[in-house]
Structure formats: C-alpha cells, structure tokens
C-alpha cells in the first residue's frame, strides 16, 4: 500500500507550480498578489511536509502575512497615483503595466543563473548522505539553546543572520531615501466592524509574537516570525489609524531599526575579548547572550516592516506647505 | 470509537467545505458567493476543530486548537464584512 500522504504530496507539488504559473501570468495586479499569497500559504504547507517548521513560519509570517500587506499597499498607492482609486471598485481589474521585454529577459537570465547554480549545488550533494544533523547534535551543548535551528542561527552560523538583518536595515534606509511626506492617498474607510477587530485581536498578536520569540530557544520559532507576527500588530495600528505617524516620532524609529543589528553586532565584537573569535560566545552566557540579541532584533524586525509597511519617512514638507513647490 | 467520531467530524467538515466552494464557483453575484463562502466554511472549520480537538493528547493542545478556531473564525466574519460593504460601495458609486 502507498502512502497516503502521497497524494496529499503530489497535489501540494502540482498546486505550488500551478499557482507560480497563474500568479506570472495573471493579467489583473490585484488578482496576481491574491494568486501569491495563496501561494506562499502553500509552499508554507510544503515545508511542513518536508518537516521544515522554522521556515514555515517564516514563510506564512514573513513570505506570506507581510509581503502580501505590502504588495497590496503598493497596489493603493500605484492606483492611487494612477487616479484610479475611486474606478477600480470590486469589480474592476488593474491590468498590469507592460514591462520592456529587455527587463523580462533580463530577470529570466538571473533566475536561470540562481537555477542552474542551485542544480550544480543539489547534483554535487553526496545523495542520502547524513548531512549536518551529527554536528550540530554533538555541538549542541555548547549552544546555550535547546533548538538545532535556533543554535545554527544565533550561534554556529550567526554571521549569516546578523547580515539578514543588515538587509532589511538597508531596506528601510532605502524606502526611506526614496519617498518623504506624509501620505496623501486617502487611507481606506474601515468600518467600525474593524477596529473592534483590530482592539480583540492585536492583543492576542502580541501575546503569539512573544511566544514565538521565547519559544525559540526549544522549539521552532524565533526573531524572524516574531518579529513578522509582531509586524502585524504595527499594520493593523496604521489601518486602523489608532497609530499615526509623526515626523517627531523619526528619531525613536530610527533607534528602533538599528537597535537588532547594533546590539548583534555590538555584542560578536565584545566577545573577542579573552582569545575568543568574534561570535563565539562564552557557553556559559551563551543563552543570556543569545536571548538577548534574538529579543532586541525581534523588535528591530517588527518596527521595520511596520515602517516598510508605511512605506515613507513621515516629513513634515514645509516648503510644499509654503507654495514653493509649485 | 474516539478516532471515528474525529474522523467522522473532520470528514463532515470537510463536506461542508467543499460545499462552500462550489457557492463560490457557482453563485451568481458576490454577495452570494461571500454567503455560501462565510457561512459553510465557518461550519465546515468548526467541525474539523471539534474533531481534531478529541484527538488532542493535552489540554494545552485543546486550548491552542480553540484559540485558532476563535481567530480564524474573527478573521473571516470581519473579512466577509469588509468585502461586502466594499462591493456595496463600489456598486453604489457606479450607479450614481
């Protein structure tokens, strides 16, 4: 007898690359950010069942939850300069911009590149070989954590998580670069159903984000999905206008967004002290250590994509105000 | 007996569900496929949380299984709201 999950399996599989292919070549924009995030809701199913949790979560938090917030924050705002906000209504479509075929071929020259290198990378690995999961067991104790992902990330491979982190910093210095003022598209009129959504459930988000933060250090979770999850509590405040931002309030999310890269960085640095290489922290305070870059870096995470969300810096334009602009 | 009452109630749920989709794919207007939507749905979530609820081997598993039904539940009522005021706008506007 087969396995049952076999076909639960296979249609997953088929269902991923077909929601891929309806998501490249649907011709509505509303409806391709729709096909993406089901998609990403899937691919986080996928890594269940491939005994992935961590970056399920990740996944649906992050691939899923806040990407798809901000896709469909940049599709208001696309319409929104477009003059388009008050025609589309439910019904209509926005049909998508032509791109220049120089930059389609373009993209699928890289994405061909990252394929192929991807390809070498899988026919090199020894096949059925043991992989990594003796070491990092027998290097467990030495962690200060009680979870394999979390001490690969936090502790033996921790360079690499310092400059994800660093990205989504370069990320928000970016946005915040490009696009200053305060927001001029009218925000959508929630109704009153809403914010008594928004004032049971944002609660509750804090509760799950700390969790998964605190979780962590035995479990799947940590700073990338709390942060995401924590994210949300951000979103939802900015819908709902119980949070607007202000050009005063610049300074503390400024500190907010190099708060995780600075103590993490801060911290790889200190512990060079006493003949130790940077990042190799001393394993009786590596669990200390730890919590506390994942639990300031999970803060840094969340109040940067709640500021992607918002998509400016929040600049009072003065000399807009005073006619020079014009 | 405890495996065929989940069985049986995750089987029912997912009735319901499928039920739900076919309103979607079939209703003529929005209203009623957001109706078909909501409503089945809700049923068909409940029940395959009641069922994997008897499964549950703690009570902290019971809790968190609860807990998801509430929000997923929230989530979708108020979801189901914000489209239907949003389209009952939109037709509005295009008949004005």
Redesign the interface.
Known sequence: MTDPFLILDLLLAGAVIALAIATLTARDLFAAIVLFIVLGLLSALAWVRLSAPDVALAEAAIGTGVTGALLLKTLHHLRYVAGTL?EQ????VTPVTPVPMSVIWANAAFCGLITLGLAIAFLDAPLGGPGFDALVADAMPASGVDHGVTAVLLNFRSYDTLMEVVVLLAAVIAVWQIERGLSEAPAPD??V??QG?AR??LP?IVVVGTYLLWKGSEAPGGAFQGGAVLAAVGILLLLSRLYVPHPSHRALARWGFVLGTGVFAGVALLVTGGGRVTFEYPPEHAKTLILLIEGLVTVSIAVTLAALFHGREPVALRAKEAGHDA | MLDLMAASLVVFGAVFFIAGTVGLLRFPD?YCRLHALTKADGLGLALVALGMALKAESFGEVFRIV?IWF?VA??SA?CG???A???RQ??R??KA
């Open positions: 008050g209504a439910a019904h209509g929630l109704s159903i809403w959504f049971l459930t509750a | 929005i807990l929000f929230l989530a108020t709201h914000l489209i005021a949003y389209a939109a037709d506007e295009g």
